[in-house]
């Protein structure tokens, strides 16, 4: 364990669902951060949030949507998805958002 | 905008063949470029921090080296253990984000 915990690890919904992902950290960062991994790209950065206010959206399609209601916790709210929106969804923390991050073991998404 | 690429995409080493993978970077102002590795299934775990051309730092059969335009990762006589993708990401003055590499799979075999 990383010290970031990510639930659910694998999840299977359809275009018309509504899920949630969960990221907690309590190792004391004050930054966290949503990534998606798709396979042969680069990690995308989805969203940024420092000292509990968003700080960066990275024109992340509406049917995404963050929550984070305290330094500790993070949520990705899911609906309407499409089937390329398949992938592995990070969740990191830092103690700064100039430190480096520790990652979460991700939760493998698939959309049918 | 900041840029990373790293080459092989893919490397096949015997075990104790000692390699480097590569990572060139274009940032605005560098403020730290960060090597990670990510095992299949599981998030990328820290492996380096490097911040000024010129810095090394080692851990077991690792070393990475920073210039002003790219970094290395030096792979000494790797094992089976060390297959795994190896991430290069930069952070530069204009960005609160790290931005990442395609990363390099690396396979060791015995």
């Known amino acids: 364990e990383t010290g970031v915990t990510q639930t659910p690890r694998h999840l299977v919904m359809g275009m018309t669902n509504k899920k949630s992902l969960k990221c907690e950290q309590h190792?004391?960062?004050?930054?966290m951060y949503w990534y998606k991994q798709s396979a042969k790209k680069p990690l995308e950065l989805m969203f940024v949030y420092s000292l509990e206010e968003r700080v960066e959206n990275n024109s992340v399609p509406s049917r995404f949507s963050p929550e984070c209601p305290n330094s500790s916790h993070l949520f990705l709210h899911l609906h309407t998805l499409q089937p390329e929106d398949s992938a592995l969804y990070l969740c990191a923390s830092s103690l700064r958002t100039d430190h480096g991050y520790t990652f979460g073991s991700g939760t493998r998404l698939t959309v049918v | 905008e900041d840029q990373v690429t790293q080459s092989p995409e893919a490397l096949r080493l015997q075990e104790g063949e000692s390699s480097s993978l590569n990572c060139s970077y274009t940032v605005s102002g560098l403020r730290g470029l960060f090597w990670y590795r990510q095992d299949p299934g599981k998030g990328p775990e820290f492996l380096f921090t490097?911040?000024?051309a010129g810095e090394e730092k080692e851990k077991e059969r690792l070393k990475a080296t920073l210039t002003k335009k790219e970094s290395f990762l030096h792979i000494t006589a790797p094992k089976p253990e060390d297959s795994a993708t190896y991430l290069c990401a930069v952070k530069s003055g204009a960005n609160s984000k790290l931005t990442f590499g395609k990363g390099i799979t690396l396979s060791v075999r015995p």
């Open positions: 190792l004391g960062h004050n930054a």
């Open positions: 490097l911040y000024s």
